[in-house]
């Protein structure tokens, strides 16, 4: 509620220093009940209406939308886990096919990889332009 305030009362501040003709209308519409630009004002009995639901109203909204903002998170994130878990799901639950895994992948990766190339200009040459058509 302090940042509320504090944000209600900067924003008031900004627009008394921006515009002095719409902090008046302000003023009068919060104590006089005369709705803005107009010369029209509204009973005591409408204001106090107005009040009561007002900010009730407003507080509800931003509470409301706090939910949902974290709601819209929590599912963006259940989306996000659903994705991983589905890409984790080749890994085997059990652990003797883990270890034969293990056993491969250690084994293809100590393996060392000769491969042959031709040093020639000539060849050099035939790799760079490869992808142009004859």
């Known amino acids: 509620m302090k940042k509320l305030t504090v944000v209600l009362i900067t924003i008031f501040a900004l627009t008394a220093a921006l515009n002095p003709v719409t902090i ?53 994130g259940q989306i996000s886990q659903r994705k991983i878990n589905y890409r984790l799901r080749w890994i085997p639950k059990h652990p003797a096919t883990s270890l034969l895994m293990a056993a491969v992948l250690i084994y293809l990766l100590n393996q060392s990889l000769e491969v042959k190339t031709e040093t020639t200009p000539e060849a050099i040459f035939r790799r760079r332009f490869l992808a142009l058509p004859t």
């Open 24 to 76: 008046n209308e302000l003023i009068y519409f919060i104590t006089v009940g005369q709705i803005p630009f107009t010369s029209i004002s509204i009973p005591p009995l409408a204001m106090l209406l107005f009040w009561a639901l007002a900010l009730p109203l407003g507080i509800t909204a931003i509470r409301l939308g706090r939910a949902g903002t974290w709601g819209i998170i929590e599912k963006i």
